[in-house]
């Protein structure tokens, strides 16, 4: 008799499963909750004690709040759709509708509306030229008469260039450091010049050959995207969700174990595979925790970027890719007890130019005022302000040690909300380190993921989602892991 999932089998053997997912991050619950509820037998393993990966929770000054993820794009139904299924449909909120801010050299200014990543759909709007003056306005203006198919673009099939070269060379260095490095940096933690242009705007060039120029191609993608708020969140924190899929996985039959830090994953009877009890307890693959091990049909590896690379070495073609999950960021919230920043005076955040991180002494890359942003926070802050500063960027400062982060965060808000801030004013504070929660997507990142994707196709049952991947942001992972469970279940190819 085949142990159900859950139950031991012989000595050593952890149990046997349809489906094995290793990692419990967002992908790796919707993989499982997915593969359940279709009746397959499925095993989760999350090494750490909790779930959620990158949406996580933090009690700072009695306000449960948000330590990750805050928010997931409206571009996709992705998420919507799964929060439908959830029963939290009722529950997406829109921010306020306030502008962040950019902070330059020397001042601070709203962000430019009218962009895609910061690069301008019309470099002549006034917001943009307040921020890359008259002659940054003249020099992106060249980008509509030169020719469609100059500068970086594709040669001999080869990934596209790094979204920096492209911006530098249509549209100038201002635009570059004032605009696009400071929004690049805030979402994917690194500098344009280190950003795969496929893997964060794919078809961007394609788009530029149709209509003639950047600034052109961009206003199409701002004109074809969906009207209203680019993103929304989840009254209570974007970490609900984490709760409401494994809710939903466990009631559907999962057996979701943390503390199972998953050691190999290999194929039954193949190198790596527990000699003695694996051939006979049947399966395809064997996934290992060290002193016991599961057997299944298939695994999932959703693990974060290091740790899955790490599992399919000499399964599928992952060399290249070991860095593109490790940034360093550190994310300090802040709880402040003040009325100077009760009017907002920096919208929903700020943006750091890099420059400006040298002249002001700034090292944070980002800041949200989380209580401007979400009028719910608000409410509940009870006349409190919450402001989240983010750290950690290639190439830029480094990230404050320990709760030496609290004083330099404190600092840092002081000086980008442009108000005085009294260290005693800060009745709440939280360091959360997510030190594989950005993945970097260097240039030739969506080729190298392209062949990761190729080689484990030859593989049969053997399958990987995740932000290393499927590329930043909830509504990517959502919509990669809900496409891997359906290659899991057959219900359409991977």
Known sequence: MTPAPGTPGPAGDAGRADVVVVGGGVAGLVVARACARAGRRVVLLEASERLGGCLASAEVAGLVLDAGAESFATRSPAVPDLLAELGLADDVVLPAPRSAWLQLPGRALPLPRTGVLGIPGDPWAADVRRAVGLVGALRASLDRVLPARSGPARRGGASAPSLGAVVRHRMGRRVLDRLVAPVVGGVHSAHPDDVDLDAVLPGLLERVERHGSLAAAVAAIRAAAPAGSAVAGIEGGMHRLVDALARDARAA?????????????????GPGAPAAGAASAGGRWVVSTGDAFVTCDD??????????????RGLAPVDGLEAAADTGVALATLVIDTRALAEAPRGTGVLVARGAQGRRGVRAK???????????????????????????????????????????????????????LDPVDVVGFARTDWPAGLPQARPGHRARVAAVRAGLAVHPGLHACGAWLAGTGLAAVVADAGTVADGVLGRIPE
Request: net charge positive; glycine share 14%.
């Open 299 to 312: 695994v999932v590896v959703a693990a974060p970027g290091p740790v899955a690379v790490g599992l399919l």
């Open 366 to 420: 980002a800041l949200t005022h989380a209580t401007a942003k979400w009028p719910w926070l608000a409410a509940r802050a009870g006349g409190r302000e919450v402001v989240r500063l983010s750290y950690g960027l290639v190439g830029g400062p480094a990230v404050p040690a320990g709760d030496a982060l609290r004083a330099v965060a404190t600092r840092d808000a002081a000086a980008l909300l442009g108000v005085a």
């Open 253 to 269: 039959g999962a057996d979701v174990r943390t503390g199972a830090r998953v050691t190999s994953v290999a194929s039954a009877g």
